[in-house]
């Protein structure tokens, strides 16, 4: 789905070496002499000469970026602006732009800079100060993460011509449901979106079909509309814990569909267990107030063909105990190997 061409494959596999997501990890296997065209205060490894590391480096401001760069990583450092013109040179070469843990806001973000890139593939902008999303126009955008910022709003259509873009990443940010309607109608490829850790009231609306995955952890999310997951037919794993959700939020069978496989609701305000399909695989529902087991909620009909396809199940900090299960349980939930009450 995603084939891999060669330089890429040299990155990953250098970034494995060198411990890439540990950001005070200085990649120092890898440095040897520098490019020729580096700028003095960064490295350009001439074993991989398309990447160029300025990461913390203290940097105030980001260097000319010189022709031939694809990789940039400019990751904790001490920015907070980006002057036109530093990416001149790479308009369209640029694929990688790694930007996380500086102080950067959207009024210091000169136009002439990150809205000149039209190859960027990566955009990583976690841990700065961004009230508004920047986004690139390069199409050939894939993935977006820009989680632990001050985003409180994300303009619908922004995303709109990103035809490759397949994970958003915005949780830890001050989103309300209001701020990010329509944000995510355009990528029609998208397959993983986390909003963790926002303000929604409810689940994000308009978000492409293709969706894999969509979690929403810790929001004030108190209902799911009607038919919600039917219009997510790959939807696999949803993730909504720690949020305000009441059995009155819930329309019956609104968590009733065959794609998804993990369904994460503990830590709500849930009294009774929610319909769930037989092809789920694992349900938490852990420190709800759950308070009665009920059966037709996994399985309507028991029969050779008819039962519930769970292998975990947490039920721990409710107001029920095994006890609560009937004797029939054992025949639907026959592929359960973890049911957890305390
Ligand atoms: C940028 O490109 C110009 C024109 O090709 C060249 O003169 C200059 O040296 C380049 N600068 C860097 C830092 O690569
Ligand atoms: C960024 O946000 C942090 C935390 O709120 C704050 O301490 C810092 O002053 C902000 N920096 C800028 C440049 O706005
Ligand atoms: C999207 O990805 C495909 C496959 O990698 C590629 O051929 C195509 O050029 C990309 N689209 C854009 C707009 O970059
Ligand atoms: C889920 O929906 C299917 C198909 O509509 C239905 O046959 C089944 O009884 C429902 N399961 C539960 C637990 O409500
Ligand atoms: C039982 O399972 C079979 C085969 O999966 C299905 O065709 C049938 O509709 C199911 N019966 C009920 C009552 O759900
Ligand atoms: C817990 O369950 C018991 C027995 O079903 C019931 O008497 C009690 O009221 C419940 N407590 C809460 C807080 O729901």
Redesign the pocket.
């Given at each position: 789905m995603f084939p891999l061409r060669l330089p890429l494959l040299a990155v990953l596999i250098s970034l494995a070496l060198c411990q890439f997501y540990d950001y005070d990890e200085q990649p120092v296997p890898m440095l040897g002499p520098s490019g020729p065209?580096c700028d003095r205060e960064c490295d350009c490894p001439i074993s991989f000469p398309s990447a160029m590391y300025c990461d913390s480096r203290k940097l105030k401001a980001v260097p000319?970026?010189?022709?031939g760069i694809k990789y940039l990583y400019l990751q904790n450092n001490q920015l907070e602006d980006i002057k036109a013109g530093v990416f001149?040179?790479v308009t369209d070469t640029l694929r990688w732009l790694v930007l996380d843990k500086n102080q950067l806001t959207n009024g210091k973000i000169e136009k002439g800079s990150i809205d000149k890139l039209t190859a960027l593939e990566k955009l990583f902008f976690s841990f700065n100060n961004l009230t508004e999303p920047i986004i690139p126009p390069s199409k050939a955008l894939e993935e977006l993460k820009m989680t632990h910022n001050k985003l409180s709003k994300f303009p619908s259509g922004l995303l709109d011509d990103k035809e490759n873009l397949t994970s958003i990443n915005i949780q830890h940010n001050q989103l309300t449901s209001d701020a990010i309607g329509g944000a995510f109608k355009g990528p029609k490829k998208l397959l993983s979106l986390d909003v963790s850790h926002n303000k929604l009231k409810k689940l994000p609306v308009g978000v492409p079909s293709s969706l894999e995955i969509l979690y929403a952890d810790y929001n004030n999310i108190e209902s799911i509309a009607k038919e919600y997951l039917n219009k997510l037919p790959s939807l696999r794993y949803l993730r909504i814990s720690h949020n305000k959700l009441m059995d009155s939020g819930i329309p019956a069978g609104a968590f009733n569909v065959t794609s998804l496989l993990e369904l994460d609701l503990s830590f709500n305000k849930l009294q009774s267990i929610p319909e769930i399909n037989e092809m789920l695989e694992q349900f938490y529902l852990q420190a709800n107030e759950i308070n009665k087991f009920d059966l037709a909620s996994f399985c309507k009909y028991v029969g050779p063909l008819n039962y519930s396809r769970l292998k975990h199940l947490r039920l721990d900090a409710n107001n029920i105990t095994h006890h609560s299960m009937p004797a029939e349980s054992v025949n639907c939930l026959r592929q359960a190997s973890d049911i957890m009450f305390e």
């Open positions: 065209n000319m970026v010189p022709t001149d040179n």
